[in-house]
C-alpha cells in the first residue's frame, strides 16, 4: 500500500507570492490534515478535510486555505507569502474513525 | 495556549540505558494520546499509543505511562539504540462532535532524543 505522497519535496518562493501544495493519501483514507512545522513550535494544526469538506481549522491566518478533491487529494495554498511562512508543511491522512495518523515527508518551502 | 506541552527540548542517553521522555497536558477532554517518532528529512511515524481509560500499554522495547490525575503521559524506552535517535512528539486527541467520528490532534514541540553508543 502506497504511503501518504506530497509534492513538491523542496520549493522556494519569493515574498508577496502564493503557493500551492499537494498531499495524496493512503488508499482509503477520507480525513486529510495539514501541518505546519518550524523549529521551536512543534507541528501546528492548520486545518482537516474529510469528504471535501473543511472539518477543523487551526489558528492561522486567511492567507492559508485549502481544499480536498473527490478521490481525497487535497491541496494547500497560501498567499501573499511571509518569510515567516517559510517552514514544513505535513501532511497526514487517516481512516474515519481512527485515530492513528500517518504522515507524509513533507514539503520544505523557503520563502526568500 | 499551548494545552499539550513537552518541557524537554532535548535528552541524551547511552544505549543500553532507559529513555524517559514526558508530557503534560491541561485539557481534560482529551481521550486518547499518541507518540510520533521523526528522523530528519521525513515526516513523524507513528509509534505507540493510549486510551485515556487505560494506565500503561506496551510495545516491545516502548511503553507508554498515563497519569490522569496529574495529566502526565510518558514514554519509555528500554533499551535505548542509537536508531532511536530522533524528535519524539507526543500527541493528544480529543473528539469535536458527539457523534464521536470527528476528531482533532493536538501536537508538543517535541523532545530530540539523542542515544550515544
Known amino acids: 500500500k502506497a504511503g501518504v505522497t506530497q509534492t513538491p519535496r523542496y520549493l522556494i518562493k519569493t515574498r508577496g507570492q502564493q503557493v500551492t501544495l499537494s498531499c495524496s493519501p493512503i488508499?482509503?483514507?477520507?480525513?486529510v490534515s495539514w501541518y505546519q512545522q518550524t523549529p521551536g513550535q512543534g507541528l501546528q494544526f492548520l486545518f482537516e478535510?474529510?469528504?471535501?469538506?473543511?472539518?477543523n481549522k487551526g489558528n492561522f491566518p486567511g492567507r492559508f486555505s485549502g481544499r480536498q478533491f473527490s478521490n481525497s487529494r487535497s491541496e494547500m495554498n497560501v498567499s501573499t507569502l511571509e518569510l515567516g511562512d517559510s517552514a514544513l508543511y505535513l501532511c497526514?491522512?487517516?481512516?474515519?474513525?481512527?485515530?492513528?495518523?500517518?504522515f507524509g515527508q513533507g514539503t520544505r518551502l523557503t520563502v526568500v | 495556549d499551548q494545552q499539550v506541552k513537552q518541557n524537554s527540548p532535548s535528552l541524551s542517553v547511552q544505549e543500553g540505558r532507559i529513555s524517559i521522555l514526558n508530557c503534560d497536558y491541561t485539557n481534560s477532554m482529551f481521550d486518547y494520546f499518541l507518540w510520533y517518532k521523526k528522523y530528519p528529512a521525513e515526516g513523524p511515524t507513528f509509534l505507540i499509543s493510549i486510551s485515556s481509560i487505560k494506565d500503561k500499554n506496551e510495545d516491545g522495547r516502548f511503553t507508554v505511562f498515563l497519569n490522569k490525575s496529574a495529566k502526565h503521559l510518558s514514554l519509555h524506552i528500554v533499551p535505548s539504540q542509537p536508531g532511536d535517535s530522533a524528535v519524539y512528539f507526543c500527541a493528544a486527541r480529543y473528539t469535536t462532535n458527539s457523534g464521536g467520528s470527528n476528531y482533532k490532534l493536538t501536537f508538543g514541540k517535541g523532545t530530540l532524543l539523542t542515544v550515544n553508543p
Open positions: 488508499s482509503g483514507h477520507r480525513s
Open positions: 478535510y474529510f469528504s471535501e469538506t473543511q472539518r
Open positions: 497526514a491522512s487517516s481512516w474515519t474513525g481512527r485515530t492513528e495518523a500517518f
